[in-house]
């Protein structure tokens, strides 16, 4: 019984080296590739899927990054690993400027089948119709964003195309708000067992980047939802966390940043109890706050942070 329990804890220690490792190289893989150094981060995530390749949306960013390395053989690799691993965000895939350098390689055609094959099996009982209007949507609102960015990182973009696009932007926003709040007043927030888990998705994307009124009124809704089981809890606290810093409160979940003006840093913005938002964020299924602050290039020291909060409350006028 001994030596049962004594390998019991060699595996389990083990394991959460591994674990931990894992999560270092893809954080590192992660750092690589904002800073464009597309062939470090390639090489920190093959070390971490050496590991273990189990997470569809590591093994998809790994291949995003492979593919802007010119490394088409692993992006396939791993895009074809993601699939097998339950990634099923078919139209973000298909608008994905990372992926655009493979769209012309016999394997994406393949890529894409394979994708649709298992969307097709997952979709059998969906709403179709609702699940396809919602995919469109999706669409609009990922692929207009994904235009704003290329541009606004332009160094040769000056401030009226940044202006033009995201005028654009807001204009397809409300276009999309209004085919949201009628799908959320007529069906409610239908849940992934009715049009798919991307579709589901569209849902809070489109509130999410709504005015604080439609944010507000649909809230309680999405509350329900995730005690249903039909949103995601983590998208909720992002949710949550939006409307408290826009109604004057400090948010709970750290989900949000902001950027100083006059340093011009970014910063996350005030919180309750800092202490203990590691614990609210593992209950909602989110990582750290150290890992969501290295993916927003923020330096993340609690103690600092405590010290900077009355600051930064002042800052953003919260009450």
Known sequence: MK???????????????????????????????KAKDYKGSVGYY?????????????????????????????????????????????????????LESLHNKKEWTKTIDKLQKQMNILSANYDKPLQKELLEIYAEDQGIRGDFMKIYKDPNSDK??????????????????????????????????????????TLF????????????????MMREAVKKGN????????????????EGRRQIYGSQSSKNKTTNKLYISPMIDPDNVDKRRAEVGLGTMAEYAAKMNIEWNLEAYKKELPETEKLENIK
């Open 3 to 33: 030596k049962l329990i004594a390998f019991f804890f060699i595996t389990v220690n083990i394991g959460l080296m591994q674990s931990q490792t894992y999560k270092e190289f893809v954080a590192k893989g992660d750092n690589c590739y």
């Open 46 to 98: 093959e070390k971490a899927f050496k590991i273990e390749h189990k997470s569809s949306s590591d093994l998809y960013n790994g291949a995003c990054a492979a593919a802007l390395n010119n490394d088409d053989d692993k992006a396939f690799k791993w895009l074809d690993l993601a699939i097998d691993n339950g990634y099923e965000n078919i139209a973000h895939i298909k608008i994905d400027n990372d």
């Open 160 to 201: 009226k195309k940044i202006d033009s696009i995201g005028k654009l932007m807001r204009k397809k926003d409300s276009i999309n708000l209004i085919k949201v709040i009628k799908i959320l007043d007529e069906k409610g927030w239908v849940g992934k067992d009715v049009v798919g888990a991307q579709a589901n998705q």
């Open 231 to 246: 949103a995601n809890q983590g998208n909720l606290a992002y949710l949550e966390d939006r409307v408290a810093l826009r």
């Open 205 to 220: 994307l489109v509130i999410q980047h709504s005015d604080l009124k439609y944010q507000q009124k649909y809230l309680p």
